[in-house]
T-cell receptor, first 115, second 118 residues
Framework: AQSVTQPDIHITVSEGASLELRCNYS??????LFWYVQSPGQGLQLLLK??????LVQGIKGFEAEFKRSQSSFNLRKPSVHWSDAAEYFC?????????????FGSGTQLTVLP | GAVVSQHPSWVICKSGTSVKIECRSL??????MFWYRQFPKQSLMLMAT?????????EQGVEKDKFLINHASLTLSTLTVTSAHPEDSSFYIC??????????????FGPGTRLTVL
């Protein structure tokens, strides 16, 4: 069975500092990987996704993520954090296109941004 | 980008009543929609997969008679919480999967519905 681990429950960074959120996955085949962001009381917004090809993926709001098969990781990065980035971030792994279940979520990482 | 709406955004009801939540894909047709439940400061728990024109597939431990799902059209799925009780209070989120075309599809999420049962 596939699984996703986000080792950091809570991360605090200063505004303008760089950010890296960790995500490790376990899946037997080629994974389809996603990062979503959730603001308080809101649904999830897709930041970026990896299906194949270039292992460095660019997303919205200045985020990027790098797929490293050897480390089973898909870490999310941003060079300079803004106060509006404070939110909950979820990494997810998807099954094959025809699978109905598709997404398994990590437990999430809460990001706090200090002024 | 793909937009998914949910209605209502929040609802308060008395114990024993039923509540219906709607999930709509606004700019694409979704043959598959998903219903999730999220407890405070926790991740999303998949409740069921809603397939247009057929019965929903429920995850283990989810009572299908309590959480009724109907996916009558390619843009609308509904979740009805029947005989709601305080323990059903939660944040319910739906998602719609874009049609696949030989590649993995992306799920787009609705804004969620906060249900409070008194």
């Amino acid at each position: 069975a596939q699984s996703v681990t986000q080792p950091d429950i809570h991360i605090t960074v200063s505004e303008g500092a760089s950010l890296e959120l960790r995500c490790n996955y376990s899946y037997g085949a080629t994974p389809y990987l996603f990062w979503y962001v959730q603001s308080p009381g809101q649904g999830l917004q897709l930041l970026l996704k990896y299906f194949s090809g270039d292992t460095l993926v660019q997303g919205i709001k200045g985020f990027e993520a790098e797929f490293k098969r050897s480390q089973s990781s898909f870490n999310l990065r941003k060079p300079s954090v803004h106060w509006s980035d404070a939110a909950e971030y979820f990494c997810a792994v998807g099954e094959s296109p025809g699978s109905a279940r598709q997404l398994t979520f990590g437990s999430g990482t809460q990001l706090t941004v200090l002024p | 980008g793909a937009v998914v709406s949910q209605h209502p955004s929040w609802v308060i009801c008395k114990s024993g009543t039923s509540v219906k939540i709607e999930c709509r894909s606004l700019d694409f047709q979704a043959t598959t929609m998903f219903w999730y439940r999220q407890f405070p400061k926790q991740s999303l728990m998949l409740m069921a997969t809603s397939n247009e024109g057929s019965k929903a597939t429920y995850e283990q431990g989810v009572e299908k008679d309590k959480f009724l799902i109907n996916h009558a059209s390619l843009t609308l799925s509904t979740l009805t919480v029947t005989s709601a009780h305080p323990e059903d209070s939660s944040f319910y989120i739906c998602s719609a999967r874009e049609p696949t075309s030989g590649r993995a599809a992306t799920q787009y999420f609705g804004p969620g519905t906060r249900l409070t049962v008194l």
